[in-house]
C-alpha cells in the first residue's frame, strides 16, 4: 500500500475527496454528472478479481456504502457502477448518479461528453453536500 | 428466491447457461462481444447495496470467479464489469470480454452497436469453450 500511488490520467481528471480502508474517494471534475471514482490503493492491479478475497469483500463493502449515501444525498434515479479501464490501467470503480432526465439517460455516461468541470462555487456547494460520506 | 423471475428483456436478449449459489448465468445473444450477465436470484432488487451484506459477498465472489475464468478462456485483454440498469430495472451485472482491436474498443459496448446473434454454429462452439465454468 505504500508504494500505491493514483495514476496520472486520474489525478489530472478528478479531485482526491478523502480515502475508505482499501479505496481511495475521487470526484470527476465533470459537472455534468455527479460521478465519484472508488480506486484500491493497491499497487498493479487491473481486475477486480486480482485483488484478495478480503480485498474484494472491502470493496464491495465500500462501493455499497458510496452508493448508498450518493442514492440518498443527490436522490438519484439510478447508480451506475463500473469497473471499465480499457484506457486506465488502474483499477477503478466508477459510481455515477443518474436521473431520468440527465443529458445522457438511458445510455452509460462513458465516452459520451466531454467534461464539463466545476466552478469554484459549484464545488464548494458539492463539497458541503458530501459532508456525510464520513471519509478519512 | 422461488418468488424470483427473469426480467422479460434479458429472456428476450440471452440465453441462461445455469446458475451459481447466488445468480442467474446469462449469455448476452451478440456474437460481436463474449458477454456475459450475472442476475442474482432476489426479487425486487434494482442496486448492489439492496443486496444483503451476505448476499454482495457472494455476489462479488461469483463476479470474480467469472471473470477470472472468462479472462482465462478467451484470453482477453480487459474485462468490463457493471451494473447500469437504467433500461432494464433487475439488478444484472455485466461481464464484457474486450479485446484491443475489438470493434469497440477502447470505449464500452453499452448502447454502442445493435446486438448480432450468435449462428446455431456458433453457440455450439462457444458452449464448449464454457464447460470449465462448472455451472449449476
Not at 449515501?69 to 438519484?76: G, P, R, S
Not at 462513458?110 to 463539497?127: C, D, H, M, N, S
Request: aromatic share 10%; glycine share 2%; hydrophobic share 45%.
Amino acid at each position: 500500500m505504500s508504494d500505491f500511488q493514483l495514476h496520472s490520467q486520474l489525478q489530472k481528471d478528478c479531485f482526491v475527496l478523502g480515502k475508505f480502508e482499501l479505496c481511495q474517494v475521487l470526484l470527476m471534475n465533470d459537472s455534468q454528472f455527479p460521478w465519484f471514482i472508488l480506486v484500491p490503493q493497491r499497487k498493479d492491479i487491473r481486475e477486480i478479481y486480482e485483488l484478495t478475497d478480503a480485498e474484494q469483500i472491502m470493496l464491495i463493502r465500500e462501493s455499497s456504502y458510496l452508493a448508498k449515501k450518493l442514492a440518498e444525498i443527490f436522490n438519484a434515479d439510478k447508480l451506475n457502477v463500473a469497473a471499465i479501464g480499457n484506457i486506465v490501467p488502474q483499477l477503478h470503480l466508477h459510481h455515477v448518479v443518474r436521473y431520468e432526465n440527465d443529458k445522457a439517460w438511458a445510455t452509460p455516461v462513458w465516452g459520451k461528453f466531454a467534461a464539463v468541470p466545476y466552478t469554484e462555487q459549484q464545488r464548494i456547494v458539492l463539497l458541503d453536500r458530501l459532508k456525510s460520506l464520513d471519509l478519512l
